[in-house]
C-alpha cells in the first residue's frame, strides 16, 4: 500500500508533466477554426502516460523521466512521448491517465488517456485492459455525462496499438498463418474505431505499426546496425491491410474523412534515415542503439539485482539516441517522429 504522502509527490509529477507547455512544439490547431477541444487515447507504451500502478512497472522507475521532468511518470521513455506531442500539436494539454481521474479536476477536461503499456487489441502477455476494455470505459464516462455530446463532436480519439499482439502469439509460438491473424486483427481494430466514433468523437488517428525489424530488440543480432526484413515486411503488410480498412470506414460513412491513419513506419524510417534496412547519416549518433539497456537478458532498463544495484547501461546524453530502450523512443525520438507526422496529424484538425 503507498503511503498517502509519496502518493500525493507522483500525482504532483503527473500534473506538472501534463500542464508544462512545450516550447519547442509548435501548435498547429490552436489557431484553427475547428481546432479540437479534447484528446482520448487509447492503446500500449507507445501513448500511456501513467497508467500502470508504480509498483508493477519499470516505466515508474530510475531512469525513466530522466530528460523530463527529472523523475518517472510512467511514461515508457526518458521523457515525453507520442501523445505529449500531439496534444501540443493540437494546442490542448496531454490527457490525464484514466487512472487519475478522480484527483484530476479540470484537466478532466482536456479529455482522457485509457492507454495501458503492453495491452493490444486483444488479450496479451500483460494482464491490463485491452482494446476493447479501454473503450468501455471510456463508454462509461460518456454514459455519466462527464463529456457532452457537443464536447465529443470536438475531440480526437488517439489509437496506438497492435504491436503487442504480434509480440504475443510470436512468444507463444502461434504465429504460423500470419496473414490469417493479421486480418482477426484489422477486423476487431475497424470494429474499434467505428464504435469510437459512433460513440460521438469527431475524429479518429490510428497508428501504422512501426517498422519493428528496426527496435533494438531485434537490430541487437547485428550490434545495432541493421533493420531485420522479415519483422519489417509484417509491419508493412499490417499497415496496407490497416489502410484499405481505413478508406473503406471513411468511405462508408457520410460526412467528411473522420478516419486518419497517422504512418508511424515512414516516420521512424525518415528520422532514422533508413536506405535497404541501414540506418544513413542522421542527427543521432548511432539510430539504432538504445540508451538504456540492460547488461543481461534477466534485465531490461530500469532493474536491479537482488542487492538494489543497477543492473543497465545508460548513455552519456538522451537526446543523441533515437531509440530509449529496446523498443521506446526515446523524447527526441518521438520529437523526430511527431515532425514526420505534421502531414497526418493536419487531416485531423480539417
Not at 519547442?24 to 477541444?37: I, L, N, Q, W
Not at 533508413?274 to 547488461?295: A, Q
Not at 507526422?341 to 484538425?349: A, D, E, F
Request: aromatic content about 12%; glycine content about 8%.
Amino acid at each position: 500500500m503507498e503511503s498517502k504522502p509519496c502518493f500525493v509527490y507522483f500525482l504532483c509529477l503527473i500534473i506538472i508533466s501534463l500542464s508544462t507547455n512545450f516550447p519547442e512544439v509548435v501548435d498547429g490547431a490552436r489557431r484553427h477554426k475547428h481546432a479540437p477541444t479534447k484528446l482520448f487515447v487509447f492503446g500500449d507504451s507507445y501513448v500511456d502516460t501513467g497508467n500502470w500502478p508504480r509498483r508493477d512497472c519499470s516505466s515508474w522507475k530510475d531512469p525513466y523521466g530522466i530528460t523530463f521532468p527529472g523523475e518517472p511518470t510512467g511514461r515508457f521513455s526518458d521523457g515525453r512521448v507520442l501523445t505529449d506531442y500531439i496534444a501540443s500539436y493540437l494546442g490542448i494539454r496531454s490527457p490525464l491517465p484514466y487512472r487519475w481521474r478522480e484527483f484530476g479536476g479540470k484537466i478532466v477536461g482536456d479529455g482522457m488517456n485509457f492507454a495501458y503499456g503492453g495491452t493490444g487489441v486483444f488479450s496479451t502477455l500483460v494482464s491490463k485492459p485491452n482494446m476493447t476494455t479501454q473503450i468501455n470505459f471510456f463508454q462509461q464516462m460518456v454514459e455519466e455525462n462527464v463529456y457532452t455530446k457537443r464536447d465529443l463532436r470536438s475531440s480526437i480519439a488517439l489509437v496506438s496499438v497492435a504491436g503487442n499482439d504480434y509480440a504475443t502469439v510470436a512468444k507463444n509460438g502461434n504465429i504460423q498463418d500470419i496473414e490469417a491473424f493479421t486480418e482477426k486483427i484489422i477486423q476487431q481494430l475497424t470494429l474499434d474505431l467505428r464504435r469510437l466514433h459512433g460513440l460521438g468523437v469527431g475524429k479518429v488517428g490510428v497508428t501504422a505499426i512501426e517498422p519493428l525489424g528496426c527496435l533494438p530488440q531485434f537490430t541487437a543480432s547485428t550490434s545495432y546496425q541493421n533493420c531485420s526484413e522479415v519483422e519489417n515486411s509484417l509491419s508493412r503488410f499490417h499497415n496496407q491491410m490497416l489502410k484499405q480498412s481505413i478508406d473503406k470506414l471513411n468511405n462508408e460513412t457520410a460526412a467528411g474523412q473522420p478516419f486518419v491513419v497517422l504512418d508511424l513506419y515512414t516516420a521512424f524510417m525518415s528520422a532514422l534515415n533508413i536506405h535497404e534496412n541501414h540506418p544513413g547519416i542522421s542527427s543521432f549518433e548511432n539510430p539504432l542503439t538504445p540508451c538504456c539497456v540492460g547488461k543481461s537478458n534477466q534485465f531490461g532498463c530500469g532493474g536491479v539485482d537482488k542487492n538494489g544495484r543497477k543492473d543497465y547501461v545508460l548513455c552519456d546524453d538522451a537526446k543523441q539516441s533515437f531509440f530509449w530502450d529496446v523498443i521506446h523512443p526515446s523524447q527526441q525520438g518521438w520529437f523526430s517522429v511527431h515532425l514526420a507526422l505534421k502531414s497526418s496529424l493536419h487531416k485531423l484538425i480539417v
